[in-house]
C-alpha cells in the first residue's frame, strides 16, 4: 500500500527557533498534501492545503508567517515552524492524496511528528 | 474548522460486546471515511463509503451512511481488547477537495 513517513517523529526545541517537519510519499506521487496539528485527547485540526509548485492554502485562523510550507516535489511537503513557543507544541501529522489509477480520492497519512517546544 | 459531529465522546464496554460509534457531519459530501488511531501514534484507515452507498462491511466493521440525515455510523461487533483506541469520521465534503475530521470517540475495551 502507499506510505507516507514524517521526519523528524520526535522533536524537542528551545522557544524563539524554528523547526522543520519534511513529509514525504514514498511510493507514489501525490496531488496534494495537508498538514494536520493535533492537541492532546482533541481531533485533528486541519492547518493547510498544498499543491506541488504553488502556495499552500491555510485554513482560517493559521497563520501562514508562522507555519511555512513549501511543497517542493510530488513527493515532499515541509512544514517549517518559525520562532516556535510552548503553545505550538502538538502532534503534527501530514498526508498525502494519492494519484493512483485516476482515483484522486484516497489520502494516506504519515506517523505524525511530536513536537515539544520548551 | 470542524465539520463532524461524533458521539459519544468516549465508549466503555466489556470484550466481546458490539461498540457503535456515530458521526453527523453538515454539508454534502463526496465520502465519509473512518480511521482509527491509538494514543500518540498515526492514523490508520479502516474504511471509506461514498456519498451513494448506504452500507459497507469490513471483517467486523460496518458503516452505514444516511445522507438524508447526514450521518454515518460504525458498528465494531466482537469487541477485542486491541480495538481500544480514538476513531474519527472525516468527510470528504463536495467541492472541497480535503478531508475534514469529526471530534472522535475514544472507544476502551475492557478485558
Known amino acids: 500500500g502507499a506510505v507516507v513517513s514524517q521526519h523528524p517523529s520526535r522533536v524537542i526545541c528551545k522557544s524563539g527557533t524554528s523547526v522543520k517537519i519534511e513529509c514525504r510519499s514514498l511510493?507514489?506521487?501525490?496531488?496534494?498534501m495537508f498538514w494536520y496539528r493535533q492537541f492532546p485527547k482533541q481531533s485533528l485540526m486541519l492547518m493547510a492545503t498544498?499543491?506541488?509548485?504553488?502556495?499552500?492554502?491555510?485554513e482560517q485562523g493559521v497563520e501562514k508567517d508562522k507555519f511555512l510550507i513549501n511543497h517542493a516535489s510530488l513527493t515532499l511537503s515541509t512544514l517549517t515552524v518559525t520562532s516556535a513557543h510552548p503553545e505550538d507544541s502538538s502532534f503534527y501529522i501530514c498526508?498525502?492524496?494519492?494519484?493512483?489509477?485516476?482515483?484522486?480520492?484516497?489520502?494516506?497519512f504519515g506517523p505524525g511528528t511530536r513536537l515539544t517546544v520548551l | 474548522s470542524q465539520q463532524g459531529e461524533e458521539d459519544p465522546q468516549a465508549l466503555s464496554i466489556q470484550e466481546g460486546e458490539n461498540a457503535t460509534m456515530n458521526c453527523s457531519y453538515k454539508t454534502s459530501i463526496n465520502n465519509l471515511q473512518w480511521y482509527r488511531q491509538n494514543s500518540g501514534r498515526g492514523l490508520v484507515h479502516l474504511i471509506l463509503i461514498r456519498s451513494n452507498e448506504r452500507e459497507k462491511h469490513s471483517g467486523r466493521l460496518r458503516v452505514t451512511l444516511d445522507t438524508s440525515k447526514k450521518s454515518s455510523s460504525l458498528l465494531i461487533t466482537a469487541s477485542r481488547a486491541a480495538d481500544t483506541a480514538s476513531y474519527f469520521c472525516?468527510?470528504?465534503?463536495?467541492?472541497?477537495?480535503?478531508?475534514?475530521f469529526g471530534q472522535g470517540t475514544r472507544l476502551t475495551i475492557n478485558p
Open positions: 472525516a468527510t470528504d465534503a463536495r467541492g472541497a477537495q480535503k478531508l475534514v
Open positions: 511510493d507514489f506521487q501525490a496531488t496534494t
Open positions: 498544498s499543491n506541488e509548485g504553488s502556495k499552500a492554502t491555510y
Open positions: 498526508s498525502a492524496r494519492a494519484k493512483l489509477a485516476g482515483v484522486t480520492d484516497t489520502q494516506y
